[in-house]
């Protein structure tokens, strides 16, 4: 583990502990693929109540307050949020009781990569958001699909104003696809830069096991 990393992320939260550097709003790629996931979950005319009942399992990896696992809890996704700071896990179990998404939540204050590589679970969908300098999360992250698992991976792109210090490595697309190519059995649906609003461009991974 970067235990400098895990330092300034821990003096991040405590200074703000509710918030993320990201925004408070769900990326809005995950938000299209949880509803196209919960459409495939519940016939047509059910409604909201039926819709995940399928139980599908997802991981939120450095989920830092929480603001993507909420959007997975609330779609009907058993959930666990992982992340080394303990201050943000905190910070999202409170959230997450106050405004009650804790249902089939599962916090987790620890490394990625070291739970990544000690856990035998494999999930339906695996989230990775903004994850920068934590080498071969990326591949970590894929070895965790379920057969039919989907992989929602996003970065800040090199170029992009907003995102890590200069001294954190930013992957560009060309390297995003070799670290996925790694990993037998994966298919890539999408792979591309995006940008949102003026200050950022992100590279968006959308990928699925089998
Ligand atoms: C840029 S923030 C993104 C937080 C969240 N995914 C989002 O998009 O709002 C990166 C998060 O990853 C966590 N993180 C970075 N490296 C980690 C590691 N090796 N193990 C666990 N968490 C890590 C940080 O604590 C931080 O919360």
Redesign the pocket.
């Known amino acids: ?2 235990t400098d ?2 330092m300034n ?2 003096a ?2 405590a200074q703000a502990p509710e918030t ?4 408070a709003e769900p ?1 809005r790629e995950l938000l299209a693929l949880l509803t196209e996931i919960t459409r495939q979950d519940a016939p047509s005319d059910a409604g909201p109540a039926v819709r995940g009942a399928a139980a599908r399992t997802a991981v ?9 696992t909420r959007a997975l809890v609330e779609a009907g996704l058993r959930t666990t949020a ?4 303990p201050t ?1 896990i905190a910070a999202l179990w409170k959230r997450a009781l106050a405004e009650g998404w804790d249902r089939g939540l599962l916090g987790i204050t ?6 990544m590589e000690s856990t035998a679970e494999h999930y339906d969908l695996v ?8 080498d071969g ?1 990326l591949e970590g992250a894929l070895r965790l699909l379920r057969p039919g698992g989907r992989l929602l991976w ?1 970065t800040h792109a090199p170029e992009s104003p907003h995102g ?1 210090p200069p001294h954190v490595p930013r992957p560009d697309v060309d390297a995003v696809r070799a670290e996925a190519a790694r990993v037998p059995g994966i298919t890539v649906e999408r792979l591309d830069r995006t940008g949102r609003g003026t200050h950022t461009v992100d590279i968006v991974l959308l990928a699925r096991r089998g």
């Open positions: 583990m970067d990393e895990r992320w821990e991040r939260y993320s550097v990201e925004g990326d939120d990896l450095g989920s830092g307050t929480g603001r993507n992982v992340d080394f700071s943000a620890g490394d990625l990569m070291e739970w989230v990775g958001a903004y994850l920068h300098g934590v999360a996003t890590p």
